[in-house]
């Protein structure tokens, strides 16, 4: 989608090091979402937030930190406690209740 | 929490044939939405039927909701091989922005 941009494409991480994936969006829409996807899997909600400065656990929260200072972008950042980080992170938007939009995702391995 | 469950997880047909997808969900929905995506791709946005709509067209695509079984089909026609994808359903239970809940999904092949 034109409107959510992720980056980077591909991301490496070391052991003990936290990483931040960015997504940005220019539709104006008030919520964001991050996913994680694991191969062959559905998508597991991480994070969301539906107003900038307020964010709210999903599912699978531990080990992952988000901000929401700005409506245009909710960067995820994976720390070292995520021991398997290893996964396909795609970021989303959604506005008044219609369709949720994604980014390309950002995939993450370890070194 | 995963409430949409797709039936098959796999489904390889002929280019030309139609397919058919299930999702079926737990809870009372206020609306079910169908996603396509490509490998190493994000997830598009196929359609969106509301609780109170039986069934809905898009093109190639039928979708129907049966809310008393709690399942919902998505039926693609005249398959083209650039319809390999994989197709998921999600569920929203209210009409604001609380995040959707996706199934696993189902990978369709169609073979030219």
């Known amino acids: 989608d034109g409107g959510i941009t992720q980056s980077p494409k591909y991301l490496f991480r070391k052991e003990g090091q936290n990483v931040t994936l960015s997504c940005e969006q220019n539709?104006?829409?008030?919520?964001m979402y991050w996913y994680r996807q694991d191969p062959g899997q559905g998508l597991r909600l991480i994070y969301y937030?539906?107003?900038?400065?307020?964010?709210q656990k999903g599912d699978i929260a531990e080990g992952y930190s988000v901000s929401r200072e700005k409506k245009e972008s909710f960067p995820l950042t994976v720390t070292s406690a995520q021991k398997n980080p290893t996964a396909f992170y795609l970021c989303?938007?959604?506005?008044?209740?219609?369709?949720?939009?994604f980014g390309d995702g950002t995939r993450l391995s370890i070194l | 929490s995963q409430q949409g469950e797709e039936d098959p997880q796999a489904l390889s047909i002929q280019e030309g044939e139609n397919a058919t997808m299930n999702c079926s969900y737990k809870?009372?929905?206020?609306?079910l939405q169908w996603y396509r995506q490509n490998s190493g791709r994000g997830l598009v946005h196929l359609i969106l039927?509301?609780?109170?709509?039986r069934e809905k067209h898009s093109g190639r695509l039928r979708v129907t909701l049966d809310t008393s079984k709690k399942s919902s089909s998505l039926l693609i026609t005249a398959s083209r091989a650039a319809d390999t994808a994989s197709y998921f359903c999600?569920?929203?239970?209210?009409?604001?922005?609380?995040?959707?809940?996706f199934g696993k999904g189902t990978r369709l092949s169609v073979i030219a």
């Open positions: 989303a938007t959604r506005q008044g209740g219609g369709p949720q939009h």
């Open positions: 039927i509301r609780s109170n709509e």
């Open positions: 999600a569920t929203g239970w209210n009409s604001g922005n609380t995040p959707l809940v």
């Open positions: 937030s539906q107003i900038v400065n307020d964010f």
């Open positions: 809870t009372s929905i206020n609306n």
């Open positions: 539709l104006n829409h008030d919520a």
